[in-house]
């Protein structure tokens, strides 16, 4: 196993079991304990784990562990394709979620782009990209989320205004809208697209037809919803039928 596979394999690992000791780990994957002890300090440096006496915790939450290892050539098509539609000197919103935040991986280049943001994932792209101008909202931090929410969240985004408004959902549809698991997420989604000239879904195939918990916004308040190409051929014609703007990538 390559060094990159096995860090990947640990990451996995600690997620689904956070109490593993190193010698555990050396076991299953058949290297020393030094090799592992390597391994987790390198993840650490990375911000990928934290050291715990004997072992390591995951940084992230499960939840968002287990989203980011799910459609991942879908997600990065998705967030190069909205990345194009930023020019320079743009001021737009990114919502928190693991599909949108991929866009500031591919806005480098761009120049003067003023991101209004309530992800604490889209942080180390901002360290590398010093063109990037990124003012994160306050708030509560919610850990399943990797985002700013809550009532000061929602006061924070009411002083601005942008030219494009990109959002994530859990689910997607004709019936119940753009919806979000978690009613502090859908409220920080609503209130991004109540403050934007445009709003833009960045959702892979896997939400459509699925219903979250709360609304974000109806489906007929996107300007523009960018999918993969895995989406339905029947489904992508019944949403342009209903005056939807589709992109698939």
């Known amino acids: ?3 990159i596979e096995r860090r990947k394999k640990i990451v996995e690992l600690l997620s689904d079991n956070n109490d593993l000791p190193v010698t555990k780990i050396s076991k299953l994957l058949e290297v020393s304990v030094v090799t592992i002890r390597n391994d987790l300090n ?3 440096d990375e911000g990928l784990i934290v050291r715990t006496h ?11 562990l287990d989203r980011q290892k ?23 919103m990114i919502i928190a979620g693991t599909t949108a935040v991929l866009m ?3 806005l480098l280049g761009k120049r003067d782009v003023h991101i209004i943001t309530n992800s604490t994932l889209i942080l180390p792209y901002a360290r590398v990209n010093p063109s990037l101008h990124v003012t994160v909202v306050g708030g509560e931090f919610k850990s399943s989320a990797e985002g700013i929410v809550g009532a000061l969240a929602l006061k924070n985004l009411e002083q601005f205004h942008v ?24 409220e920080v989604g609503r209130k991004m697209a109540e403050n934007s000239g445009k709003r833009v879904l960045l959702a892979d195939s896997s939400k459509y037809g699925k219903a979250g918990f709360a609304l974000i916004v109806p489906i007929n308040r996107m300007d523009l919803i960018i999918t993969d190409n ?19 990538v």
């Open 1 to 3: 196993m390559k060094t």
């Open 42 to 44: 390198s993840l650490a």
């Open 54 to 64: 004997g072992g390591a915790l995951p940084a992230f939450h499960k939840n968002i």
């Open 70 to 92: 799910s459609m991942v050539e879908e997600k990065n098509r998705i967030a190069k394709a909205a990345a194009q539609l930023v020019n320079d000197g743009d001021k737009i």
């Open 104 to 106: 500031a991986k591919y």
């Open 163 to 186: 030219q494009t408004a990109f959002l994530g959902a859990d689910g997607f549809s004709l019936k119940t809208g753009v919806t979000a698991d978690l009613l502090e997420t859908a």
């Open 230 to 248: 895995k989406l339905a051929k029947k489904e992508m014609e019944l949403l342009k039928e209903n005056g939807l703007s589709i992109m698939t």
